[in-house]
């Protein structure tokens, strides 16, 4: 069974974070395990608040795993702030320096919600680009979070290849805009945009988008989906393809919980 494990906040509700991934990893087969970075409290209406992890307990999290039960890849969601960001990049680069076969490791990085805001303060993003981006085999932005990482306005399909081949270059990464939240952008389906790391070749991936308002927490399991098939040993372009079919189907299955955007049900096809 391959390993992997998550590097994100806990979501009390189920839907999303920790708990998503979780669910994700179990459902594709999968040995996973955790880092939790932050307490959130939040259900389907919204987060009330979050309560970061002191950065030595993360590290000490992230020690006791990876000396123990090596993962095969790595996802990473939220990171709080600077300090977190600080201990997860200097515990990535121990391993990178030793020389190790994988992990594969994919970022989904939690920089604006839905809504606009920043979550990240400045100098936390400061650290994660000089940090952390580099350190990732994938990247997977939102159309939003594109936006904040290369500084530009991104409204055309081409512009989203000019901003995802740029910042492919630039850490030498694989990079997968989502485009699941297309529509505000006058989108007839969901086009996601890989770029591969290696070749960087522009592949686009398109969907119809599903008649279903419940989407707590897509963000999280597409990331961990496309972790555990990197894990199995798929291509990036396959398991990309197959992270998004999960995705897809776990969005169709149509659950409907909580008074607000509700989760996903992530074990349809168990």
Known sequence: MKTVLTIA??????????????????????YGMSVITAVTVQNTCGVKAVYPMDAHVVREQFDAV??????????IGMLCNEEIIEVVSAGLEKIRQKGEKGPWIVLDPVLVSTSGKALLKPEAKKVLEERLLPLMDLVTPNLSE?????????????????????LATKYH????????????????????LLVDGKEKKTIWISAPFIDNPNTHGTGCTLSSAI?????????MAESVKN??????????????LG??????NHIYNV
């Not at 906040?9 to 999968?30: P, R």
């Not at 992270?243 to 409907?256: C, D, F, P, S, V």
């Not at 008074?259 to 996903?264: A, C």
């Open 146 to 166: 594109m936006q904040e990482l290369s500084q530009r306005q991104i409204k055309k399909k081409s512009q989203r290849e000019e901003a995802a081949l740029w």
């Open 66 to 75: 990876v000396s123990d039960i090596y993962p095969d890849a790595i996802k």
């Open 227 to 235: 972790a555990c098939e990197l894990a199995k040993g798929c291509s």
């Open 173 to 192: 990464c694989g990079v997968l805009v989502k485009g699941g939240h297309g529509k505000e952008y006058g989108a007839s389906q969901a086009e996601d």
């Open 9 to 30: 906040g806990s979501d009390c509700s189920g839907g999303a974070g920790i708990q998503a991934d979780l669910k994700t990893m179990a459902a594709m087969g999968c």
């Open 243 to 256: 992270g998004k079919e999960y995705l897809t189907g776990a969005i169709a299955a149509g659950l409907n």
């Open 259 to 264: 008074k607000g955007n509700g989760p996903l």
